[in-house]
């Protein structure tokens, strides 16, 4: 299956630091899911034009089922993510957003600033993420069976997960 996951981040794009989260997306999705999985390695700064052409380019012309993005997603002036998101969308699906704040309002209350969102667009299932790697361990795997039925009704094809 083929997964695009985006880091949304104006200093890891541009050297200051390494991203982390991207990296912690794919060592849980390969732990979590069976068969072959092909990753696009996306690091952006933190812009919408450049993120919505991602998008398109990703889901209409890759055909990528998947599409995972990281940051970007608080109250910032820079933090674009669910804008570019929403715009690119044919139907929205909000509860991975809302699972998300309520997962992680137990262990952080400013959880509830994050304006994380998913949909479709065609074929393929955008979901935004946290920025921080230790969200990402805390809400991706709690995602994972809405994942899969979600990439079921719009692909066909059920994704298999490896045996707990």
Do not use: W
């Not at 910032?76 to 992680?104: C, H, M, N, W, Y």
């Amino acid at each position: 299956m083929k997964i695009a996951r985006i880091t949304l981040s104006d200093r890891a794009s541009s050297g200051v630091y390494e991203d982390l989260s991207g990296p912690t997306i794919e060592e849980i999705l390969r732990t979590t899911f069976d068969g072959e999985l092909s990753f696009s390695q996306i690091v952006l700064p933190d812009s919408y034009d450049r993120l919505v052409k991602e998008f398109l380019r990703l889901s209409d012309q890759e055909h990528c089922p998947l599409i995972l993005t990281t940051g970007g997603t608080g109250p910032s002036v820079r933090d674009i993510t669910p804008e570019a998101t929403r715009s690119v969308l044919e139907k929205e699906l909000p509860g991975f957003g809302e699972i998300q704040r309520v997962i992680s309002f137990s262990r952080v209350p400013t959880a509830i600033l994050s304006r994380a969102t998913a949909g479709i667009r065609g074929k393929s299932l955008i979901v935004n993420l946290p920025g921080n790697p230790k969200a990402v361990r805390e809400c991706l795997p709690l995602l994972i069976p809405a994942i899969v039925e979600a990439l079921d009704h719009i692909t066909g094809e059920r994704p298999s997960l490896k045996p707990v």
